[in-house]
């Protein structure tokens, strides 16, 4: 493969790599819009630690790179905003997460039962999660591990963002320190539980995608609409009519930047 094609790569992963770190917004959906989702989904395929010779290292190194850089550099910016606008960075992150459910929603063909009760199960499931303070998981090696494991496998589900599934499990903000401060430990950890997704699960998923296709999106839709409970909580109105049309517009914001996505591809 020529230099050339390696740095279009290269620069590709790096946007699949912003959108992948923003809760809400799928670095799939970057992927498809910019000509290399098929590709991306057979690279995923191709991983297999027995059969190294196989695996397509020409897509996969240079998008890798190029995420992992993305992930490195944004994590300063995004936990600056964190730690002096919180409540205009969460109301974007509520846009974006309501604007992804609704995209989710529109790939589903039909409503019936099934899909109405799989939409509820997951609204059940992820507003109970979100409300026990995630269930004191904490911080552990085992919960990071399990967290790049999730969060693999929410990427490869189509419009679904990987760090959305960290943020429902209260990870995010911590996860975000340990990219900034370089903790190799936990960053190891986190991408050991993504390998192992990568290699048990993602065909697991595409059974799931290609024979209960509806159920699983509709599952998605539901633990997206009940975790936008945990950035609500984290909005606080000021009182100040600029300060709370700053935050109305934050939100706005991120509401039209995920259908701006979609209708691109």
């Not at 911590?174 to 048990?200: E, H, R, T």
């Not at 995608?209 to 159920?215: A, F, M, Q």
């Not at 839709?221 to 606080?236: N, Q």
Request: hydrophobic share 55%; charged share 15%; with cysteine.
């Amino acid at each position: 493969m020529e230099l050339k094609e390696r740095l279009r790569l290269f620069l590709k992963g790096i946007f699949m790599g912003l959108a992948d770190i923003i809760p809400g917004v799928s670095g799939g959906t970057i992927a498809l819009i910019t000509g290399i989702y098929e590709r991306f989904i057979d690279a995923i395929e191709s991983i297999d630690p027995r059969n190294i010779k196989d695996m397509d290292l020409d897509f996969l190194v240079p998008v890798g790179l190029g995420v992992g850089l993305a992930f490195l550099t944004a994590s300063h910016a995004i936990l600056f905003l964190l730690n002096n606008y919180v409540s205009l960075v969460y109301a974007f992150f509520f846009g974006l997460i309501l604007s992804s459910s609704v995209v989710v929603y529109r790939r589903k063909a039909v409503v019936n039962h099934k899909n109405i009760f799989a939409v509820v199960l997951g609204i059940l499931i992820s507003y109970v999660a979100v409300s026990m303070g995630y269930f004191g998981l904490g911080h552990g090696p085992g919960v990071v591990f399990v967290s790049g494991m999730l969060a693999i496998c929410a990427m490869i589900l189509p419009g679904v963002s990987g760090s959305f599934v960290v943020l429902m499990l209260g990870q995010y903000e911590y996860l975000l320190g340990s990219l900034k401060n370089l903790v190799y430990q936990d960053i190891a950890v986190f991408i050991s539980g993504g390998i192992v997704s990568l290699v048990l699960f993602s065909r697991v998923i595409k059974w799931f995608l290609e024979n209960h296709r509806e159920l699983t999106l509709s599952f998605m839709v539901g633990l997206m609409l009940g975790a936008l409970k945990l950035p609500l909580d984290r909005i606080t109105f000021n009182g100040t009519v600029m300060g709370n049309l700053g935050i109305v517009l934050s939100c706005c914001i991120g509401l039209g930047t995920v259908l701006i996505l979609e209708n691109m591809k």
